[in-house]
């Protein structure tokens, strides 16, 4: 615990002394000084063997900084390095110290009509919908997913470190809880299945929530912050506008984990875009359809079993015009 507290109080100090380091890491660094004296304790080690070159000569300090320099580029390919150095006017000793670290970002994906689940070192799960690209990253501070493509329920375990879901501009910070992200074209959907999460989004504006903002939130997180509990989903804008609180069953927004897909009264055309993720073609809906609205709960199996139960709960029927194509027309 000492030598991983001591590699955290390494991977702050140089991620803090880069001159991009943003709000939301130093609210994240003050947060991690807060948990334990030892943490605090630690950082103030390495603060004090940097301070120790206070009697360096100038051209002496630009050298060590261009090391330092050279130090957070290596760091940001998943090294953490620590610059310190001793000196004197008769002499000058420059240590550098490595703790070095496997490459810590793993990629998992799935193809079009396919599902995984993952489970991660830390114990937490990650249950990758179809067509879904994630990034897993972890450091001595922060769990970090970068959700790149598709949906992903996410499945975490306590630990100190928080647990970070990127999604474009969206974060989404859990609090020891079960929820749900879906990149759904340029939306960011986010859903809690248990606990908490707080979702921000990249210094942008909120909608008026009406309840769910946090007043005075916790480090990490950014002062515009919509706090959601079980039961409730936001939706992200493209262009970074959180969305008013939804209270949702979150148990069938995420039924494809159980092979199944639940529709209230869902438009036969996003109906339709729904099942085209579960299966090897698209299924579109002819211009002269109405929008009808479905209901139903539907297993995920063959295309063709899929569209006969929903022809059997709307008036269409499925034409194939290719391999790649299929369109509901409606019923004369």
């Known amino acids: 615990m000492a030598d991983r507290r001591k590699a955290a109080a390494v991977d702050w100090f140089v991620r803090l002394q880069s001159d991009d380091a943003s709000r939301s890491e130093r609210r994240a660094h003050a947060a991690w000084l807060a948990a334990d004296p030892r943490n605090a304790a630690a950082y103030r080690d390495i603060e004090a063997s940097i301070g120790a070159l206070d009697g360096l000569d100038d051209w002496m300090r630009a050298e060590l900084g261009d090391l330092n320099s ?3 580029v290596r760091h940001r390919h998943h090294a953490r390095i620590w610059i ?8 000058l000793l420059l240590a550098v110290v490595f703790w070095p ?30 067509a879904t690209a994630v990034s897993v990253r972890y450091t001595p501070t922060l769990r970090e997913v970068i959700l790149r493509l598709g949906e992903g329920m996410f499945d975490v375990n306590q630990d100190d470190r928080p647990f970070v879901v990127r999604a474009g501009d969206t974060r989404v910070v859990a609090v020891g809880t079960q929820f749900r992200v879906h990149l759904d074209g340029g939306n960011v959907i986010v859903t809690v299945l248990e606990g908490k999460v707080a979702v921000t989004s990249a210094e942008r504006p909120m909608a008026e929530h009406g309840g769910g903002r946090l007043e005075s939130p916790p480090a990490p997180l950014d002062p515009d912050t919509l706090l959601l ?10 262009e970074g506008v959180i969305g008013s609180i939804e209270q949702v069953n979150a148990n069938n927004v995420t039924a494809w984990r159980e092979g199944k897909l639940f529709f209230d009264a869902v438009p036969l055309r996003q109906v339709a875009r729904e099942l085209s993720r579960y299966t090897p073609g698209d299924i579109v809906v002819a211009d002269d359809v109405p929008d009808h609205r479905v209901t139903a709960l539907l297993q995920i ?16 029927t499925p034409v194939k015009a290719s391999a790649e194509l299929t369109i509901l027309h409606g019923n004369p």
């Open 101 to 130: 670290a496997a490459d810590t970002e793993t990629r998992y994906e799935t193809a079009r009509a396919e599902q995984r689940e993952v489970a991660l070192d830390d114990g937490s799960r990650i249950h990758l919908n179809t």
């Open 70 to 72: 050279r130090a957070m």
């Open 84 to 91: 310190a150095g001793v000196g004197s006017a008769a002499a």
């Open 301 to 316: 199996r063959s295309a063709e079993a899929m569209l006969r139960f929903l022809s059997n709960a709307v008036p269409v």
């Open 229 to 238: 509990d079980a039961d409730q989903q936001t939706t992200v804008a493209p």
